[in-house]
């Protein structure tokens, strides 16, 4: 093993998506080239995978009704509209987090080379530049700058997710894209005429899953659910807000 | 009660699955884990104030749940149970070792129930629930240092528990 050998702690910070996106671009093509990297981080996505989806039937199991009667000495009302965001925001990631069974994470390992289905034709869909970051390339950096959540084809490869101002003033979107074997999720926020990525894990299907947990899509990793959570001002855009960003090609405080 | 309040009310029923999982990881058996999350959702309802709202709800809550666990690990009831359930399962199928794992949540309990307590809590938050780092570390008041050696020393004796030899495989 070499000097420049990720270590240990940098490996299962991998595994666990807690890397930066150009550090995880950086070991992802590391792990590509090496047997023994390569061992090792499949070893421990597994591991996760198992302990997860061993809990995963447990997580579609009704609750006993004592616990519900613990939380709900009293029945619900409507809610308050200053919460109504992210009520929406809990939901938007739900059906994505919820899913844990049908997409466990294995994040990186085909970052930096493409999301299959892309490879042929679009080429990678990251890139990492000479400054060490990530942008979007190809068909991801064309669906970030076109297309709108509120009107996408749900069938698109590359779908839009959530569109946000973070705290750098910049237009952030998250986004999805799909292939076969394995999908791609992420935040891109726009900076110059580049797409930044600033966190992106891969998904994989869980072809061993039963029916009630095979979603549509792949799943929205939590690590970028938490890193949404902690980049965001504000409330996410709406559908005339995300127009009006687009109209603006994207350029966040500065369309003001 | 307010509409706020109502809104905390169902935020924590959406949250009680992961709580349910983090306290089966915790406590080995059933039981013990509904008390305790029935025991965690009582004491946040009744400090719900503490909680400072645009702060993390599932955050406070796991902190509450893993206090409240650390309080009654000293209760010889609790450790009694979960022993015994502990030794009537088989700790990890031996078919587990080579093709890809497909334990039940008892035998993922099991093999838990054999790492340290500080082990068991950084793994179920990390690697099952899939916190982050700094979230994990926050519910634990642990720097993520501690954290993420208690990870690679729960990682080394979970693979070999589950998958036998995977440790080895380390670079």
């Known amino acids: ?256 | 009660m307010d509409a706020s309040e109502d809104t905390i009310r169902s935020d924590i029923v959406a949250l009680l699955p992961r709580l349910r999982r983090f306290a089966l990881a915790l406590t080995g058996n059933r039981a013990d884990a509904e008390d305790l999350v029935q025991d965690t959702v009582e004491r946040a309802l009744r400090h719900l104030r503490q909680w400072q709202p645009g702060t993390r709800l599932d955050s406070w809550m796991f902190r509450i749940a893993q206090n409240l666990f650390i309080d009654e690990r000293r209760s010889a009831r609790r450790k009694r149970t979960a022993l015994a359930e502990v030794a009537q399962s088989a700790t990890v199928r031996d078919g587990a070792r080579d093709a890809e794992a497909r334990l039940t949540w008892s035998e993922t309990c099991s093999a838990l129930l054999t790492l340290p307590e500080e082990q068991r809590s950084a793994i179920a938050l990390v690697l099952i629930d899939g916190m982050s780092y700094r979230d994990a570390a926050d519910v634990l008041g642990v720097p993520i240092g501690t954290l993420t050696s208690r990870l690679a020393r729960g990682r080394d004796g979970l693979a070999s528990k589950i998958f036998g030899t995977m440790q080895d495989k380390r670079p």
């Not at chain 1, 409507?78 to 939901?91: H, I, K, L, N, Y």
């Not at chain 1, 059906?95 to 679009?122: I, K, M, N, Q, Y």
């Open chain 1, 1 to 256: 093993m070499s000097q420049s050998d990720p270590d240990r702690t940098t490996l299962d910070a991998f595994v666990d998506g807690e890397l930066p996106a150009s550090e995880m671009t950086r070991i992802a093509a590391l792990v590509a080239q090496r047997a023994d990297l390569r061992d090792y981080v499949e070893g421990q996505e597994r591991l996760r995978r198992t302990l997860r989806d061993s809990f995963a039937p447990l997580m579609n199991e009704a609750l006993p009704e004592r616990l519900q009667q613990s939380v709900q000495a009293s029945a619900l009302r409507s809610r308050a509209p200053g919460w109504a965001w992210r009520d929406g925001f809990r939901e938007f990631f739900t059906w994505r987090t919820l899913g844990p069974a049908a997409a466990a994470l294995a994040v990186g390992l085909f970052v930096g080379v493409a999301v299959d289905r892309f490879a042929a034709t679009e080429g990678a869909l990251l890139q990492s530049t000479a400054s060490g970051q990530t942008v979007a390339r190809g068909e991801l950096s064309r669906a970030l700058d076109e297309q709108l959540a509120s009107t996408q084809n749900p069938a698109e490869a590359v779908r839009v997710g959530l569109s946000f101002r973070d705290k750098n003033g910049r237009d952030c979107r998250t986004f999805t894209a799909e292939g076969t074997k394995n999908s791609l999720n992420g935040i891109a926020c726009h900076s110059e005429s580049d797409w930044v990525v600033t966190a992106f894990a891969t998904t994989v299907p869980n072809t061993n899953a039963r029916a009630p947990y095979q979603m549509a899509g792949a799943g929205m990793p939590d690590v970028i659910r938490d890193a949404v959570n902690d980049m965001i001002v504000g409330e996410p855009f709406d559908a005339s807000a995300e127009r009006a960003a687009r109209a603006s090609h994207w350029a966040g405080v500065k369309s003001r």
